[in-house]
């Protein structure tokens, strides 16, 4: 079974950058789609990008296009979500996530393997 691990979350100040990593174990990433998701409190699950298994065609949701960015390193059988010019609105917690599908989707539920999320505060 596909396993994910999520690091790199912390506090940030607005205008402040992070760079997400999503570490996959059990399985090699090339057979994934990997997406990004983020949840607030009192909010839905919603989708933030995804990558597709062979790293070569990426998506973004709206509110992100612009500042995120997802890239993957196969060799390290790692996908990254660098986040720029943060906003408050963009603290949550962030999950990654991963299909076995050449092509990804911003629809949670179409992803069976989840990372246990990173923490993103950012602060006024």
């Known amino acids: 079974q596909l396993q994910l691990v999520e690091s790199g979350g912390g506090l940030v100040h607005t205008g402040g950058s992070l760079r997400l990593s999503c570490a996959a174990s059990?399985?090699?990433?090339?057979?994934?789609?990997i997406g990004w998701f983020r949840q607030a409190p009192g909010k839905e699950r919603e989708g933030v990008s995804w990558?597709?298994?062979?790293?070569?065609?990426?998506h973004y949701a709206d509110f992100v296009q612009g500042r995120f960015t997802i890239s993957k390193d196969n060799a390290k059988n790692t996908v990254f979500l660098q986040m720029d010019n943060l906003t408050p609105e963009d603290t949550a917690v962030y999950y990654c996530?991963?299909?076995?599908?050449?092509?990804?989707?911003?629809?949670?539920?179409?992803?069976?393997?989840w990372g246990q999320g990173t923490q993103v505060t950012v602060s006024e």
């Open positions: 996530a991963g299909r076995g599908w050449p092509s990804g989707t911003l629809f949670a539920h179409s992803y069976p393997y």
């Open positions: 990558i597709n298994s062979k790293g070569d065609t990426t």
């Open positions: 059990g399985s090699t990433l090339n057979y994934y789609a």
